[in-house]
C-alpha cells in the first residue's frame, strides 16, 4: 500500500458508490492492476440493486429485474446465466386488469436476490462500506477524498483518479464541500440531471398473496406502479407468509415524501388490497429519494482532465436503468484507464 505525503493512503483510484456502476468501472480498473479503493456510504453493497433481508424474508426493494439490450452486458449476463448467479423470471407481467402482458423481452433477477450480482462484482475488490465520503479535494497533485467511518472520526485517501458514481447531485456536493468548481458548461449540463422519488412499502403476509403468477404486477403507476411477490420471485422462503415489495408511484412518492412511514405504507397496502389475499403481519418503509433519473447525460460517463482525472458515471449516464449503469461504470473504467 502507497502512503501519501500527509501519511494517509495514496491509490490509482478511489470509486465512490459501490453500485453497479462503481463496481463495474472498479473491476475494469483492477483487472487492469490499478490499485483502487471503493467506498459507500451504506452497510451494504449494491445501492439501488439491493435486497434488505429481515429475520428469515427478503425483498428485492429497488431494481426488480433487469434486461440486456447491449451485446456487452449481455455477455455479462450469459456468464452470470452459466453459473446460476442470474435466472430468467419472465418476459413480462400481470396488469391491473389481471390479463399477462408479454412483450417478449426476457427479465432477469438474482437467483438468490439482485443483492447477489453486486456482491458478486465486489468479490476481490477493496470495498469499504459504512464510509461516508464528505468532500473531494484536489491538493494540485492528488485527489484527496474524505470521509467518516461510524465513529472513527474523519479519514482521508488521495487518489490520481476519481470517479464518482452516486446520483448526480450527490456527486456535486461532494465536489463544491471540496472546494472544486467545474467549467460552467460541465456544470449547467449535470446540473440539470433530476431524479424522481419512489416509496416503497414492504409488506410481510400472514399467508400466500394474491399476486398472479411469476409474481410481478404492473399497475397504472399511481398511487402504486408495481407489486413483486419475493417468495414467488423465489428469493424469499416459501414457509411463512408472503413478503412484498409496494412500489409508489412518483405523484405518490412526492406527495407522501415526509408523511409517517408506518401509515404511509399500510396506505400503500391498503391500495393494493384485492391482490394481498391475507392479512397483514407487518410493513416497513424505505425511501429512494433519488430512485430514477428524469434527464440523463447524453454519454455513458463524462471524464474530465481539470483540475485532475474526475469521471461522473452512474444510471443518469445513457441508461437510467441496471443495464445502464453497469455500461456507464465500464465506460467510466476505460475512461480512467484511457487517461493513464
Ligand atoms: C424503486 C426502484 C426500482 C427500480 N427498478 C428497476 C428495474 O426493475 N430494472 C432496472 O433495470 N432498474 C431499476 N431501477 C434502477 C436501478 O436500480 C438503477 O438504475 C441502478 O441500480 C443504479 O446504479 P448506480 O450504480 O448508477 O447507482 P446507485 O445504485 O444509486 O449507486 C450509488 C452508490 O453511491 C453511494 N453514495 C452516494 N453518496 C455517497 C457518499 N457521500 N459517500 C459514499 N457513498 C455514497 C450510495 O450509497 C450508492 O450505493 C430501479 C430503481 C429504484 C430506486
Given amino acids: 500500500m502507497e502512503h501519501s505525503e500527509n501519511g494517509g493512503e495514496r491509490v490509482d483510484a478511489v470509486v465512490i458508490g459501490a453500485g453497479m456502476a462503481g463496481l463495474f468501472a472498479a473491476r ?89 450480482i453486486p456482491s458478486h462484482l465486489a468479490a476481490g475488490l477493496r470495498v469499504t462500506l459504512g464510509a461516508n465520503v464528505t468532500a473531494c479535494s484536489w491538493t494540485g497533485r492528488a485527489w484527496e477524498v474524505r470521509f467518516q467511518q461510524g465513529t472513527s472520526g474523519h479519514r482521508a485517501v488521495q487518489s490520481t483518479a476519481l470517479v464518482l458514481t452516486p446520483p448526480v447531485p450527490q456527486s456535486l456536493a461532494l465536489l463544491t464541500a471540496g472546494g472544486v468548481t467545474l467549467d460552467a458548461t460541465t456544470q449547467a449540463a449535470l446540473g440539470r440531471i433530476e431524479y424522481s422519488r419512489c416509496l416503497v412499502a414492504m409488506v410481510e403476509l400472514e399467508g400466500h398473496s394474491l399476486v398472479p403468477a411469476p409474481g410481478g404486477l404492473w399497475l397504472s403507476g399511481e398511487p402504486v406502479s408495481w407489486v413483486a411477490d419475493n417468495q414467488q420471485k423465489g428469493i424469499s422462503p416459501k414457509t411463512g407468509g408472503a413478503r412484498l415489495t409496494i412500489h409508489a408511484g412518483k405523484n405518490f412518492s412526492l406527495e407522501h415524501w415526509d408523511a409517517d412511514p408506518d401509515t404511509t405504507a399500510r396506505k400503500l397496502a391498503d391500495v393494493v388490497q384485492r391482490w394481498l389475499g391475507s392479512p397483514v403481519k407487518s410493513v416497513r418503509f424505505h425511501r429512494w429519494r433519488y430512485a430514477a433519473p428524469v434527464t440523463v447525460y447524453p454519454e455513458r460517463c463524462l471524464a474530465l482532465e481539470e483540475p485532475g482525472r474526475l469521471v461522473f458515471a452512474g444510471d443518469a449516464f445513457a441508461g437510467p436503468r441496471v443495464e445502464g449503469a453497469a455500461l456507464s461504470g465500464l465506460a467510466a473504467g476505460e475512461a480512467v484507464l484511457k487517461g493513464s
Fill in 28 to 116: 475494469t480498473l483492477a483487472e487492469a492492476g490499478r490499485s483502487v479503493a471503493v467506498l459507500d456510504q451504506d452497510s451494504s453493497l449494491g445501492g439501488r440493486m439491493s435486497t434488505q433481508r429481515f429475520g428469515d424474508g427478503a425483498f428485492d426493494h429497488g431494481a426488480q429485474y433487469f434486461t440486456a439490450r447491449d451485446p456487452v452486458f449481455r455477455s455479462w449476463v450469459e456468464q452470470w446465466l452459466k453459473t446460476g448467479l442470474i435466472h430468467l423470471w419472465s418476459d413480462g407481467f400481470a396488469t391491473a386488469s389481471g390479463k399477462l402482458n408479454q412483450n417478449g423481452e426476457p427479465r432477469y433477477i438474482g437467483s438468490r436476490g439482485m443483492g447477489a
